[in-house]
Each structure stands twice: as structure tokens, then as C-alpha cells.
């Protein structure tokens, strides 16, 4: 076995922030490329096969380069550089670095971690349809938010509407006070979080006193023309195919939707058919529908959400294989 060495000029003011609390990014690129890493005066000595070494230089290229451009790196940062240098494609993580969507009311970038949320947000901006299906945690409704209030912002619409069905509006909540707009708020709450981040709640609460900013239940978009809107259906794995076809017969000229959900948590009755999965299938032909599959690679919340995901998915499709058997 032929081991190589390796080094590499690491500046001092970025050091501790690519090597991670611990030196724990290190040692997880050490730990999945097999490589040995040492830091001494500055310098990185890669020390292990040529290809498992050229692979970490990319590796830590890319997050030095990241780093430079002024973001604290993370370990989400650190798994997809290690996964992209699988297929060689660590370059792609700094080129998504470049493609800020909006700020947050702190001051904080939003945009793309992961090449399915940049063809996502392309999606977004060139089609006047868009479904981002999904695992929990790829960004799907928040990047749609942050894609809304940035078209708001800009004038190319008028108006924000967000939706989700809200099917646990019935017996499950019937003992709850108040009118249906109180029983639902709790459902709808992950759109208002995205939006106090993102706008904060001042001017979020000045633009819905307008309404030019809507949050509402699917059950309220029934008989409108939404023109000039840039509409959110989230959740909509939660639709009756029903539900889905009126809301996008709603959409009205200058408006855009988007459409998120996740198709492995419906709370439909058993058996019922999701108006998400039709539609995927009714409007895949249409050219002017954008229809984004975002993966486990694509989650950008806590890694061990990634880890989650991943085993659904291998338990899944170990049981449909062992039905296929019987």
C-alpha cells in the first residue's frame, strides 16, 4: 500500500474554524476518506492513498474558501463537501455559496446548501408552477418563503398567500375555543416562523393588517382568482386530489406558485389518495411546471435528521421488497 504526503498553506485566522470544536471536522473527513491529518505551524500534512488524499484537499479547499467568504462552517457544510468529493464535485459547494436569495432581518444570507435546493430555487425563478417534494428538512418551505418575500420586496407581485390543508380542523380539534381561523393557527405556525425570520414581525404584522400578506387554511382559497400573488401551498402532501385541483385553478395572471410536501407523511385517512401524488403525475408532461425532487443528500437541518431520513427510506424499501416476495 502506497502512502503519499502531502501539504497544505492554511491561514491561521481560518484554522479553527475549518477544523471545527475539537478538531471534529478533521477528524470526520480522517474518518471517511481514511486519510491521516496533522496540523503543525500553519501547515496540513495530508497523509494517506493519493486518490483518498486528493479528495480531502478538495474537501478542505472548498470549506477553506467558504470560510474566506465569511461563513462559520458547519458540519452540514463539512457531510456534503465530503459527499460531493465522491463524485468530484466539491467545486459545486462554493459556486452555491454565490447565490444569495434574500437576508434575514439579522442580516443573515439565505441561499442554497445543496445543488437540489439551487435547481429548487432556479425552479422557482423561471417556471410559474413549482412542486419541491420532499424529506423533512431540505429547506422546502423555507427557501419558497424566502423566494415569496423576495419577489414582494421587489415589486414583481403584490401580495404573499400561504396555505396549508388543515385536516386536523375537524373532530381533533372540535373541543378547542374559539373560531376555525384560532383552531388552525397551530397548523399554520411554521409559516409565520419563516416569516418573522425572514421580514421580521413588525413588518410582517403592518403588511397582514393591509393584506398583502395572507396566512390562511387551503379551505379559505375556494372560490378566488389570485392574481398578482406569489402563493405558498405547503403541506400538501395533505390534500384530496379534490383540494389540489381547485387550488390551482385559483392561480390568476403575475401570480406563482409553489407547492411543498413530503409524501411520506400524509395524515390523510388510510388508503386515501394524496392530490399531491396525482398531480406529480397529471402535470409531469407540462413545460411550464417545474417539479423538484429533493433527497436525503439535501437536508440542511441537524445531521442526525439526515441519518433519520436515510433510515426511513432503507426501512421502506426493505419492506416493499419483502411484499414484492410474498
Known sequence: MNLIELDLNLPSEHAANIFGQFDSFMKKIEKTLHISIVLRDGEVKL???????????????????????????????????????MEEKTADIVKLDKDVICHTIQGKAVKPKTNGQKHYID?????????????????????????????????????????????????????????????????????????????????????????LIEVAPLAYMRGRTLDNAFIVLDEAQNT????????LTRIGFGSKAIITGDLTQKDLPFESKSGLEEALKVLSRIDDIGICKLTNKDVVRHPLVQKIVTAYDEYENRQKKSRRKR
Open 47 to 85: 497523509i494517506g492513498k493519493e486518490k483518498d488524499v486528493k479528495k480531502a484537499q478538495d474537501v478542505i479547499d472548498s470549506l477553506l474558501e467558504l470560510s474566506k467568504r465569511g461563513n462559520s462552517i458547519t458540519e452540514q457544510n463539512v457531510n456534503y463537501a465530503l459527499a460531493l468529493s
Open 123 to 211: 425552479a422557482i425563478n423561471e417556471k410559474m408552477i413549482v412542486f419541491g417534494v420532499g424529506p423533512a428538512g431540505t429547506g422546502k418551505t423555507y427557501l419558497a418563503m424566502a423566494a415569496a418575500i423576495t419577489a414582494f420586496k421587489n415589486n414583481e407581485v403584490n401580495r404573499i398567500i400561504m396555505t396549508r390543508p388543515a385536516i386536523e380542523a375537524g373532530e381533533k380539534l372540535g373541543f378547542l375555543p374559539g373560531d376555525l381561523q384560532s383552531k388552525v393557527d397551530p397548523y399554520l405556525r411554521p409559516l409565520y416562523d419563516a416569516l418573522y425570520e425572514i421580514m421580521g414581525a413588525d413588518t410582517f404584522l403592518k403588511n397582514m393588517e393591509k393584506g
Open 240 to 247: 384530496t386530489p379534490a383540494q389540489m385541483k381547485m387550488f
